[in-house]
């Protein structure tokens, strides 16, 4: 049997997707492990590092982790590990420190007394500058300072901190500044820049279209709407009849575009410009074409006339 030209367009159409998708996906999928990779490995230290600490050193060492991104709460989470070294260790079987203390992070203190054990500790720090508005190419960033002293007040005498601060957040790239300045009282500055990592935006963006509007998801979406609203005008027009699975179909994408949209990795909340742009004009159409269906299938029903009984005898004379 010969195939048509038809069907090798079709067979060469899928087996391009098929081979395309067989050699983007892992490659993907290495790259974003490579990427997150490198994230664990972006660090900012003071003048003297907690990962290679002198024997002479006497202090503080910490430890930040970036540990969540809330775009919506405009808002850093940084989880803190802090441990004394040196002549502000207490001697003993654990590591506990051996004076009064107040690190004080974003203008706000955390205390700690002596003689007693350093706990992990979360510190939210409010981001400066950013909005969700321009997903996915938005970007954050947050500046703010710390600084460890002794006592339960005042600024007289600081504790040398040995610090590091890491960013380790899924789907986000996150750059770090860090500016230590050790004076009569050591200030550590810090700024945080967070952005969309790679692949939220490869998921999220058509690359081939340079607008940052235009989405993938926007697309279907587009594509799903304008097909049920062409499908209400056609049976409408044409006279067609239409069939209850029909309007079950439409109106399940009610439901369907919102998951839909939400699929995108870190989506905010309904109402960024990427909406305006599709969402918000998808579901008005899908809910038009919804209720078209319906008043299509109220006004045009018709009750189907039932088939003639044909007598016994007339089919066996026949």
């Known amino acids: 049997m010969q195939l048509k030209r038809a069907h090798w367009v079709q067979i060469a159409i899928v087996s391009g997707i098929a081979l395309t998708l067989l050699a983007v996906v892992p490659a993907a999928t290495v790259l974003n492990n490579k990427e997150g990779e490198k994230r664990l490995q972006r660090a900012a230290t003071t003048t003297v590092s907690p990962f290679e600490m002198p024997s002479s050193f006497s202090g503080v060492a910490l ?4 540990s969540a991104i809330d775009a919506s709460a405009l808002s850093f989470r940084i989880h803190f590990t802090a441990v004394p070294v040196g002549s502000f260790d207490a001697q003993g079987p654990l590591t506990r420190i051996n004076s009064d203390a107040r690190l004080v992070i974003a203008g706000k203190e955390t205390a700690f007394k002596s003689g007693s054990v350093i706990p992990a500790f979360d510190v939210v720090v409010p981001i400066d500058d950013g909005g969700p508005n321009r997903y996915p190419f938005d970007s954050y960033s947050a500046t703010f300072q710390m600084t460890l002293v002794k006592g339960v007040s005042g600024f007289n005498e600081s504790i040398p901190m040995a610090m590091a601060l890491v960013g380790a957040v899924q789907s986000w790239s996150i750059d770090i500044l860090l500016i230590d300045i050790v004076d009569s009282v050591q200030v550590v500055f810090l700024n945080v820049i967070a952005r969309r990592s790679w692949t939220t935006k490869l998921f999220s963006v058509l690359t081939l279209v340079p607008s940052p509007t235009l989405k993938i998801i926007i697309v279907i979406m587009w594509a799903l709407s304008l097909a049920v609203l062409s499908l209400a005008v056609t049976l409408w027009f044409r006279n067609r009849k ?36 599709g969402f918000m004009w998808n579901m008005v159409l899908v809910a038009s ?13 018709k009750k189907e006339k039932p088939a003639p009984v044909v007598p016994k005898s007339a089919g066996m004379l026949a």
Request: glycine share 6%.
């Open 242 to 277: 239409v069939e209850p699975p029909t309007i079950a179909v439409t109106a399940s994408l009610l439901f369907a575009l919102p998951a839909l949209r939400n699929s995108q990795p870190g989506a905010p909340p309904i109402g960024a410009s990427v909406d305006v742009a």
């Open 289 to 301: 074409a919804c209720l078209l269906l319906l008043i299509n299938y109220i006004v045009k029903y």
């Open 63 to 66: 430890l930040g982790n970036i």
